[in-house]
T-cell receptor
Framework: EAGVTQSPTHLIKTRGQQATLRCSPI?????VYWYQQALGLGLQFLLW???????NRGNFPPRFSGRQFPNYSSELNVNALELEDSALYLC?????????????FGEGSWLTVV | AQSVAQPEDQVNVAEGNPLTVKCTYS??????LFWYVQYPNRGLQFLLK??????LVKGSYGFEAEFNKSQTSFHLKKPSALVSDSALYFC?????????????FGAGTILRVKS
């Protein structure tokens, strides 16, 4: 069974541009989560989508946005890129958004802003 | 406030010796506790979780963790460490749907196992 898949693996963008990251959850999972892992800042929660709706949002500016499609895949958009947006972006999924359900992570997308 | 702490930045252990990676949490309700491992330039791999029931939880690759409510701790343990266990370990806690079902992660602990 395929795990959480993310694309692209690496992305280099210029400051001010937009980046789009994509995620396919494990088959049967309806909840998708996005996390940012920046050097020195640890793992920070970005967004949670469940059944196509945004359910929760972390402490990030509005230029971080996303959506979940009817097939439960998701994309994360980062507008007006800043140098400090350089990080590993991890997508994760779980079977529904029920408390205690295991959240499984993908390998991540490395975003470098120059 | 909901939080989780990993008091050690790094743990060093000799191969074959038991290992412990510490985690404590601060909670205003019932916590759901998780351990993940991250190898260099990779995503996070799930090791184990505590939801309810037995305080000793067994997980992948021979790891186990003990939930201690009175000490608000969830330490990760393994009886005999392998060099291949060397990685970055994260403790995480979820406080339920009313908090958005998100995982709050500790800062991580680097485990180095020397042969």
């Amino acid at each position: 069974e395929a795990g959480v898949t993310q694309s692209p693996t690496h992305l280099i963008k210029t400051r001010g541009q937009q980046a789009t990251l994509r995620c396919s959850p494990i088959s049967g999972h309806t909840s998708v989560y996005w996390y940012q892992q920046a050097l020195g800042l640890g793992l920070q929660f970005l967004l949670w989508y469940d059944e196509g709706e945004e359910r929760n949002r972390g402490n990030f500016p509005p230029r971080f946005s996303g959506r979940q499609f009817p097939n439960y895949s998701s994309e994360l958009n980062v507008n007006a890129l800043e140098l400090e947006d350089s990080a590993l972006y991890l997508c994760a999924s779980s079977y529904r958004g029920e408390v205690g359900n295991t959240i499984y992570f993908g390998e991540g997308s490395w975003l470098t802003v120059v | 406030a909901q939080s989780v702490a990993q008091p050690e930045d790094q743990v060093n252990v000799a191969e074959g010796n038991p290992l412990t990676v510490k985690c404590t949490y601060s909670v205003s309700g019932n916590p759901y506790l998780f351990w993940y491992v991250q190898y260099p330039n990779r995503g996070l791999q799930f090791l184990l979780k505590y939801i309810t029931g037995d305080n000793l939880v067994k997980g992948s690759y021979g790891f186990e963790a003990e939930f201690n409510k009175s000490q608000t701790s969830f330490h990760l343990k393994k009886p005999s460490a392998l060099v291949s266990d060397s990685a970055l370990y994260f403790c995480a806690v979820s406080f339920g749907m009313e908090y958005g079902n998100k995982l709050v992660f500790g800062a991580g602990t680097i485990l180095r196992v020397k042969s």
